[in-house]
């Protein structure tokens, strides 16, 4: 990205001012300055109403928001601002233009964040919180955060969504939960709330607030472990399931990165893929899978157990691989035997990928053999046994041997 910094003159024509409920009160002499010496004011309506009076013409956000930039970069070189939130770069329009303009063509006039205000008005230590936003965002997002004794700040969407978010923790076995509602924080409409999430019964709240959660998990609530190999009975299945044991040492094979891409090839009731998302919330899924209630249960298991990156692609594999994105790791739990599926699945994945197939049967023991010796990496059979009745009596029932073949890519 070209800067105009060289001309030695001040290139900053692009301000980014955080605004509070209290308005231009709140604003710093610099960023009032900014916004009056504007050619170009943008933001959303309630922004452009408390920095009001405005010298300059507005442009409140469309829908969607980047609509507007090609205006906004249009005026380089001349004095834009654009208002924000609190501070732009913490959930806010910044990061985007940050991909249009440099950093060097910006002067930034950040304010205390929604989180950083809730923490002040709680007395919490917020590098001791979970921060999510579910603004434009699944609720499901705030389910793997649901820990014992966690702290949790969530951006809400609009009004609706500290009830639902108490209805949620009610049904997972988290009614003792406690919950604040902190509403146009900063400003005179200011209302700080609060209700247990079983007897949540508060009304009227403003869609500008934020949620503060104290989970309590009692007795048989479903708070997710944080390591892999989840228990097999939260996941629906026809059957179709990697194993817990087996799973957890899938995935240490997969070696999941920040932000990486998987392919889960013949997903069946999506578990593999769903702990790999579950190791890091910027990780995606694709998971392919041939039997359409196989897809939707795959579905169902990803939003019960609050994954919002998995996407399920149905149809046979490798011609449902067409127009997918590279996979950063493969995992092969199905299909293996399909005609070109390894070979198509090893030509999509980027170099230095890992690839993971299972098998239990003979026939997919000798295919993964033949591969072995073409493509190198390694191979192991995982062993498990678990405890059975026998009569009155117990004794140790083996499951079917698992054979394993990962690979890198060079």
Do not use: Y
């Not at 593999?272 to 209630?293: F, H, M």
């Amino acid at each position: 990205m070209e800067s105009p910094l060289s001309s030695g003159q001040d290139a900053r024509w692009l301000s980014l001012v955080g605004i509070g409920e209290d308005g231009r009160a709140g604003l710093t002499a610099a960023a009032s300055a900014a916004i009056d010496g504007a050619e170009l004011v943008v933001g959303g309506a309630r922004h452009l109403a408390l920095a009001g009076p405005l010298a300059a013409p507005a442009l409140a956000w469309p829908n969607p928001l980047h609509a507007a930039f090609p205006a906004i970069v249009a005026k380089r070189g001349r004095p834009v601002c654009v208002l924000a939130t609190g501070d732009p770069f913490h959930h806010g329009v910044g990061v985007q233009l940050a991909r249009l303009v440099a950093p060097e063509e910006m002067q930034v006039f950040p304010q205390p964040s929604a989180f950083a205000l809730a923490c002040a008005r709680l007395g919490w230590a917020q590098q001791d919180c979970a921060l999510v936003s579910l603004h434009g965002r699944a609720l499901e997002r705030i389910i793997p955060h649901l820990q014992p004794g966690a702290r949790i700040l969530a951006l809400s969407w609009d009004g609706s969504t500290p009830e639902k978010v108490a209805a949620l923790l009610a049904d997972r076995g988290m009614g003792g939960s406690r919950l604040t509602v902190l509403e146009a924080m900063g400003g005179p409409r200011e209302r700080v709330r609060r209700a247990p999430a079983a007897t949540f019964d508060l009304a009227g709240i403003d869609p500008l607030n934020t949620l503060a959660v104290e989970v309590v998990v009692e007795a048989g609530a479903e708070a997710l472990p944080l390591v892999p190999g989840l228990p097999d009975a939260l996941f629906e299945s026809d059957g179709q399931l990697t194993k817990s044991e087996v799973r957890a040492v899938t995935l240490a094979a997969l070696g999941p990165r920040r932000g990486e891409l998987l392919w889960d090839i013949g997903a069946g009731s999506g578990s593999v893929g769903i702990e790999w998302a579950l190791a890091q919330s910027d990780n995606r899924v694709i998971a392919v899978e041939t039997r359409a209630e196989r897809a939707g249960r795959i579905g169902r298991n990803a939003a019960r157990l609050g994954v919002t990156g998995l996407t399920v692609v149905s149809g046979e594999a490798p011609a449902a691989f067409a127009g997918l994105p590279a996979p950063d790791a493969v995992f092969i739990g199905g299909g293996i035997g399909n005609p070109g599926l390894v070979e198509a699945a090893w030509d999509a994945l980027r170099p230095g990928g890992r690839l993971v197939a299972n098998v239990v049967s003979l026939e997919g023991e000798a295919r993964l053999a033949g591969l072995f010796q073409r493509h190198g990496g390694d191979m192991r059979r995982i062993h498990v046994s678990r405890l059975d009745a026998v009569g009155t009596m117990h004794g140790w029932r083996p499951a079917m041997a698992v054979t394993q073949w990962r690979v890198v890519k060079p």
